[in-house]
């Protein structure tokens, strides 16, 4: 049973990596640079980057297989939840090749925030993935203030300061 899951898990990296891009190639977005906009399907409709400008927006990139996507939802849930008021939006798009994938994911680690899904892996390689989960704090202006690769708990607590800093106007 190990041994199919471990297959099973190898391909889907594999594929990842075939079909994202994610590479030592790739160059992730920097602290001071602009983001992208990007337009996809979500969960409830359509999902575009820009309807959030004015927010600070917390950017999860993320998939079904991921150990440590699974770990970080309620810490996102929990992030939304306590600072939606004072405009904090998280949006984490998945990168599963089959939605299916991901929609049993989310049936199991449900999501308070907006989801959105790229099963082309377009959106990770303008960002820059190279890691899951990868996420992007972005300012109210669509400037980028941090970027994070992977997810512990030991983090949560350095990038929950840096979203009260910008949530403050530090």
Known sequence: ???QKMKKFGAAFIALVLSFGLSSNASALDKGEKVPDFSLPGKQGAVKLSDKAGSLIYLDFWASWCGPCR???PWMNEMQAKYKAKGLQVVAVNLDARTDDAMKFLAQNHADFTVAFDSKGQTPRVFGVKGMPTSFLIDRNGMVLMQH???KHADSEDIEKQIQSALEGK
């Open 149 to 151: 690769v992977g997810f």
């Open 71 to 73: 770990q970080s939802f």
């Open 1 to 3: 049973m190990k041994t």
